[in-house]
């Protein structure tokens, strides 16, 4: 569900696959919520039964008005950036990397929860909610040429001069073998096509293998980052 208070919007949905846990997701971001907008949004959240309640992804600018309202740090994310041009690495054709249809979306969804820990599962939920984060998307799947099983997914977003790698996951039993890399590179050319001018992505502090990958392909990390507040509501 969509909460507007005054000129502030914020999303209200489930945390991934745990039904539990609400996620508030900033609409008007860049800018904090007002104190009103964040306690509609925790009074909402009990309303509808979550025990506890996180914020997506947010800058210490959006994360004042939760802090004052009781929320407390979670997870720290590394943010990280990179112009599109004027080099781009070059492409891999190790991969076949094909456009993701609604029948694959059981094996990206299991694929994505052996990637990754429960914290970050996205679910169902999430996973339409990627899908829809940007005006314009590019969801793609990545297989090794010696079978059909799914290597990996990457979404992508463009909004105006900035793209977005929203979601990049690997089959654990294809990490070192490209496949990120390939990914993100796709990304990036199909970035390029549309006259984006920078590529933002974050990631955890502790996954230190994206981190190594990102910057491999030219990403820098941007001060301070991300962080991911939360509230219990049980209490």
């Given at each position: 569900?969509?909460?507007?208070?005054?000129?502030?919007?914020?999303?209200?949905?489930?945390?991934?696959?745990?039904?539990?846990?609400?996620?508030?997701?900033?609409?008007?971001?860049?800018?904090?919520?007002?104190?009103?907008?964040?306690?509609?949004?925790?009074?909402?959240?009990?309303?509808?039964?979550?025990?506890?309640?996180?914020?997506?992804?947010?800058?210490?600018?959006?994360?004042?008005?939760?802090?004052?309202?009781?929320?407390?740090?979670?997870?720290?994310?590394?943010?990280?950036?990179?112009p599109i041009k004027p080099r781009l690495p070059q492409q891999s054709n190790?991969?076949?990397?094909?456009?993701?249809?609604?029948?694959?979306?059981?094996?990206?969804?299991?694929?994505?929860?052996?990637?990754?820990?429960?914290?970050?599962?996205?679910?169902?939920?999430?996973?339409?909610?990627?899908?829809?984060?940007?005006?314009?998307?590019?969801?793609?799947?990545?297989?090794?040429?010696?079978?059909?099983?799914t290597a990996g997914y990457a979404i992508s977003g463009r909004s105006g001069?900035?793209?977005?790698?929203?979601?990049?996951?690997?089959?654990?039993?294809?990490?070192?073998?490209?496949?990120?890399?390939?990914?993100?590179?796709?990304?990036?050319?199909?970035?390029?096509?549309?006259?984006?001018?920078?590529?933002?992505?974050?990631?955890?502090?502790?996954?230190?293998?994206?981190?190594?990958?990102?910057?491999?392909?030219?990403?820098?990390?941007?001060?301070?980052?991300?962080?991911?507040?939360?509230?219990?509501?049980?209490?």
């Amino acid at each position: 569900m969509t909460l507007r208070v005054g000129q502030d919007r914020l999303r209200l949905r489930p945390w991934g696959s745990d039904a539990r846990t609400g996620m508030l997701i900033l609409l008007t971001s860049g800018r904090a919520a007002s104190d009103a907008a964040v306690a509609a949004s925790v009074e909402s959240a009990a309303t509808q039964g979550y025990l506890r309640i996180r914020t997506s992804a947010v800058s210490l600018i959006e994360a004042e008005p939760f802090l004052r309202a009781g929320f407390e740090p979670g997870e720290q994310l590394a943010l990280l950036c990179r112009p599109i041009k004027p080099r781009l690495p070059q492409q891999s054709n190790a991969l076949a990397i094909r456009r993701a249809r609604r029948r694959h979306q059981n094996s990206v969804l299991a694929l994505d929860q052996a990637a990754f820990e429960p914290f970050w599962w996205l679910g169902k939920t999430g996973l339409r909610e990627a899908l829809r984060a940007a005006p314009f998307r590019r969801f793609r799947i990545a297989y090794q040429p010696s079978g059909e099983a799914t290597a990996g997914y990457a979404i992508s977003g463009r909004s105006g001069p900035a793209g977005y790698l929203q979601r990049l996951a690997i089959s654990p039993r294809q990490q070192g073998r490209g496949v990120g890399t390939a990914l993100v590179i796709d990304s990036l050319r199909w970035m390029a096509r549309w006259g984006t001018a920078q590529a933002w992505v974050n990631t955890p502090h502790s996954n230190t293998a994206a981190l190594a990958l990102y910057e491999r392909l030219g990403f820098d990390q941007v001060a301070p980052g991300l962080q991911v507040l939360e509230m219990d509501l049980a209490v």
